[in-house]
């Protein structure tokens, strides 16, 4: 009897059911769209916005140049790099055992104190004889080269360093 007084079937109250899931369908259909979009987006980046920072300098310049002109360089910078390449895997390794020495159980502070005394001697060593390569691969560089030295630096972003911030003011609290 209910079912007689209220007509249930309508034709009415179906076509609005249809509209209403079509249009809950398509915003369905938009959500998922933007998701899966940034999901690809994220996934799918250019190799070289993933990859590891890559110094503001003439070093970090050269390696992006042509493969040939890498190696040129390479090969007219040999006597620098054969001074770089161990002094700077001394610098990793004393690097490596600073870390060890202040995440060590029982924490030893005199190890800790000699590891950093070592690290400071192997990044002074190691940043010298990178600067004999800078200024050597500097030398080296077409004019072109150098023009394009100053577009790609200015493309880059510099790492952010919390020493370079500006001095919080005296109620601020430190991040």
Avoid at 51 to 68: I, N
Avoid at 133 to 162: D, F, V
Wanted: net charge positive; charged share 30%; proline share 7%.
């Amino acid at each position: 009897m209910t079912a007689v007084a209220t007509d249930v079937n309508s034709l009415r109250s179906s076509r609005w059911m249809v509209v209403a899931l079509v249009g809950s369908l398509a915003l369905n259909f938009i959500v998922v769209g933007a998701v899966a979009s940034f999901l690809w987006r994220q996934h799918f980046d250019p190799p070289e916005r993933l990859s590891a920072f890559v110094p503001r300098h003439v070093l970090g310049y050269a390696v992006t140049l042509p493969p040939e002109r890498v190696k040129e360089l390479e090969k007219l910078t040999e006597q620098e790099w054969r001074k770089v390449r161990p002094l700077r895997r001394a610098l990793l390794e004393a690097r490596e055992e600073a870390r060890k020495a202040l995440t060590a159980e029982p924490f030893d502070r005199q190890r800790y104190l000699e590891a950093q005394a070592r690290l400071l001697a192997a990044d002074q060593r190691s940043r010298e004889a990178t600067l004999g390569l800078r200024s050597a691969i500097g030398l080296h560089l077409t004019p072109e080269e150098r023009r394009g030295y100053l577009r790609w630096r200015a493309q880059q972003r510099p790492p952010q360093n919390p020493l370079d911030a500006p001095e919080k003011q005296g109620n601020e609290a430190p991040r």
